[in-house]
């Protein structure tokens, strides 16, 4: 006996890990039991905490016995000698796999809810169990985290057999294990308490992770092609974004307005991915034709979406429109286009009125926000609102003006902004599961 829980485990395996400290570290745990165990060496190295779901494939006769596993990513790893002593069909493997799969698609949707995994892209990944015994799930856990693009892999286990090693392959960089006996029996043999990890505990150790930590955001200088030109822009992106937000500024502003990007850090605290470019090249902003064509520059905000729908980084992400000023009438005019499948937009003291006949052509939820004092522009917004046929709202926020410049004005419209994309891009997510 070695281990009081998986809690003690965990705080025991972190003290091997402490060289770690300081890195660019993500922590995987393999649910349901190597999560709590996982979430002690995340906390102690500060660490983001995620899941790598692996699930194994028992022979049908003896499910207990390990044949193989498979990964996210599509990754497979099958034993052929305990197939071939098993008697194991073809039909039979396949048939137990895409069970399998099945299960980790439903684990996937029940652990991480709308997020994204973790991106794990040139990092130090430590994938962590409760302890090691046939080494085939191990082994799919280390190649999913390749296939994810991860720089280094450590396999961290609190217990493992006597030359465990060696049944990896050299799949991971580093191992660990707190201990390495010789009677190996089964991993409960080195608790005093080993009860399964139910569903809820999973859910709960990452959300306090989460909670703990904020995500951490990567912000990536960027080039957008459109046509001849390129844009330039900043994305930054959470771990495990729930989905990206274009900004689409006003006249005679760019990527680098501190309203927008005071929002734009917002929503990134949100959980949101931000995009944030110029619309027009620095030549073309001295041309005030070419300020207020509102067709063109909706044109360049719909061909920066395509292009992240593209991007490795964002793609499959649930994306909306943030526009400002005279940019929210080219959010709005992209989002009529009908091959647009934005999920939401948000226009701060817009001009949504620009969009003209548009639109009554936009299928996107819509929310106009304005404020109190900016009268011109409030009557603008409700003559402009009546004629949206989509799911739309007017927030007023009180005793603000046109550029939001009092006391907590603008932290109320990225709250507004942030729980609106929230709420719809969940939506979205789920509708593309289906």
Not at 142 to 170: N, S
Not at 247 to 253: L, P, R, V, Y
Not at 391 to 402: I, Y
């Given at each position: 006996?070695?281990?009081?829980?998986?809690?003690?485990?965990?705080?025991?395996?972190?003290?091997?890990?402490?060289?770690?400290?300081?890195?660019?570290?993500?922590?995987?745990?393999?649910?349901?039991?190597?999560?709590?165990?996982?979430?002690?060496v995340a906390e102690a190295?500060?660490?983001?905490?995620?899941?790598?779901?692996?699930?194994?494939?028992?022979?049908?006769?003896?499910?207990?016995?390990?044949?193989?596993a498979v990964g996210e990513?599509?990754?497979?790893?099958?034993?052929?000698?305990?197939?071939?002593?098993?008697?194991?069909?073809?039909?039979?493997?396949?048939?137990?796999?895409?069970?399998?799969?099945?299960?980790?698609?439903?684990?996937?949707?029940?652990?991480?809810?709308?997020?994204?995994?973790?991106?794990?892209?040139?990092?130090?990944?430590?994938?962590?169990?409760?302890?090691?015994?046939?080494?085939?799930?191990?082994?799919?856990?280390?190649?999913?985290?390749?296939?994810?693009?991860?720089?280094?892999?450590?396999?961290?286990?609190?217990?493992?057999?006597?030359?465990?090693?060696?049944?990896?392959?050299?799949?991971?960089?580093?191992?660990?294990?707190?201990?390495?006996?010789?009677?190996?029996?089964?991993?409960?043999?080195?608790?005093?308490?080993?009860?399964?990890?139910?569903?809820?505990?999973?859910?709960?150790?990452?959300?306090?992770?989460?909670?703990?930590?904020?995500?951490?955001?990567?912000?990536?200088?960027?080039?957008?092609?459109?046509?001849?030109?390129?844009?330039?822009?900043?994305?930054?992106?959470?771990?495990?974004?729930?989905?990206?937000?274009?900004?689409?500024?006003?006249?005679?502003?760019?990527r680098h307005s501190p309203?927008?990007?005071?929002?734009?850090?917002?929503?990134?605290?949100?959980?949101?991915?931000?995009?944030?470019?110029?619309?027009?090249?620095?030549?073309?902003?001295?041309?005030?034709?070419?300020?207020?064509?509102?067709?063109?520059?909706?044109?360049?905000?719909?061909?920066?979406?395509?292009?992240?729908?593209?991007?490795?980084?964002?793609?499959?992400?649930?994306?909306?429109?943030?526009?400002?000023?005279?940019?929210?009438?080219?959010?709005?005019?992209?989002?009529?286009?009908?091959?647009?499948?934005?999920?939401?937009?948000?226009?701060?003291?817009?001009?949504?009125?620009?969009?003209?006949?548009?639109?009554?052509?936009?299928?996107?939820?819509?929310?106009?926000?304005?404020?109190?004092?900016?009268?011109?522009?409030?009557?603008?917004?409700?003559?402009?609102?009546?004629?949206?046929?989509?799911?739309?709202?007017?927030?007023?926020?009180?005793?603000?003006?046109?550029?939001?410049?009092?006391?907590?004005?603008?932290?109320?419209?990225?709250?507004?902004?942030?729980?609106?994309?929230?709420?719809?891009?969940?939506?979205?997510?789920?509708?593309?599961?289906?």
């Amino acid at each position: 006996m070695y281990f009081a829980d998986r809690a003690d485990a965990g705080r025991r395996l972190a003290a091997r890990l402490g060289h770690l400290q300081g890195r660019d570290v993500v922590v995987l745990g393999l649910p349901r039991g190597g999560v709590p165990v996982a979430a002690e060496v995340a906390e102690a190295l500060g660490a983001p905490l995620d899941i790598c779901l692996v699930r194994k494939l028992g022979v049908p006769s003896r499910p207990e016995l390990a044949m193989g596993a498979v990964g996210e990513g599509g990754v497979r790893v099958v034993n052929e000698q305990v197939v071939r002593d098993a008697g194991v069909t073809g039909r039979d493997l396949a048939a137990v796999e895409e069970r399998e799969r099945a299960v980790m698609a439903e684990r996937a949707r029940l652990y991480r809810g709308s997020r994204r995994p973790v991106p794990l892209e040139g990092r130090t990944v430590v994938v962590v169990d409760d302890g090691l015994a046939t080494g085939a799930t191990a082994l799919a856990a280390c190649r999913a985290v390749r296939a994810g693009g991860a720089a280094r892999i450590v396999l961290a286990v609190p217990v493992a057999p006597h030359g465990w090693t060696a049944r990896l392959a050299g799949e991971a960089d580093e191992t660990v294990a707190v201990h390495a006996p010789e009677g190996f029996y089964a991993v409960g043999q080195f608790y005093r308490e080993f009860d399964q990890t139910p569903d809820a505990e999973v859910v709960d150790r990452l959300d306090r992770n989460r909670a703990a930590r904020g995500p951490a955001v990567r912000h990536t200088a960027v080039r957008i092609p459109v046509g001849d030109l390129e844009l330039r822009g900043d994305l930054a992106l959470p771990d495990g974004a729930a989905g990206l937000v274009l900004f689409a500024h006003g006249s005679g502003s760019g990527r680098h307005s501190p309203r927008n990007r005071a929002v734009a850090g917002a929503l990134n605290r949100a959980g949101l991915g931000t995009l944030l470019f110029d619309l027009l090249t620095e030549a073309e902003a001295a041309d005030r034709a070419r300020v207020f064509d509102t067709p063109l520059l909706a044109g360049r905000l719909g061909r920066a979406a395509a292009w992240s729908a593209g991007w490795p980084a964002t793609e499959g992400l649930p994306r909306g429109y943030f526009g400002a000023s005279t940019g929210a009438a080219a959010a709005l005019w992209a989002a009529a286009e009908p091959d647009d499948d934005v999920a939401a937009v948000v226009s701060r003291g817009g001009r949504p009125d620009l969009a003209g006949e548009r639109l009554a052509a936009v299928r996107a939820p819509t929310l106009l926000v304005v404020g109190g004092s900016d009268d011109l522009v409030l009557d603008l917004n409700r003559r402009a609102g009546a004629l949206l046929r989509c799911e739309s709202r007017l927030e007023v926020v009180p005793g603000a003006g046109h550029l939001f410049e009092e006391p907590g004005a603008l932290e109320e419209v990225a709250a507004l902004a942030a729980d609106w994309f929230t709420g719809r891009f969940g939506a979205a997510g789920n509708g593309r599961d289906q």
